[in-house]
């Protein structure tokens, strides 16, 4: 799991050229939780199958953290208005979406 995180911290610091390490380990590490419980792996599911399929979806976890990155100050605001910038954002549901993700039914 650190080598995602680590992963998507270097994507991070890519956009974010002004972000401190701390900041951007949160951001990582909300992602990757946020992407988990979208996921909703089977209990039959070990933790090596887990970090395998998120490493195909490091990309995913890195617009995620970006998406919670970009609303910082802003959270669970749909748009938000200041200073005559006019900001609206997208479901948190449509990265999944994008990135072709589907998750686990269970029954």
Known sequence: MDEI???VM?????YLVES????V??????????????K???STWDEEAIVADMTKHVSC????????????GAEF???HIESGLYRMWNNKGN???QHRVVPFVTI
């Open 20 to 23: 401190d390490s701390s900041t």
């Open 5 to 7: 995180k680590q992963k």
């Open 40 to 42: 909703n792996y089977p």
């Open 95 to 97: 990265v999944f979406t």
């Open 77 to 79: 605001q749909s748009m």
């Open 25 to 38: 380990s949160v951001f990582a590490e909300r992602a990757i939780l946020a992407f988990r419980e979208y």
């Open 61 to 72: 976890i890195s617009d995620l953290a970006l998406y919670e990155c970009i609303q910082q």
């Open 10 to 14: 270097e994507m991070l610091f890519d």
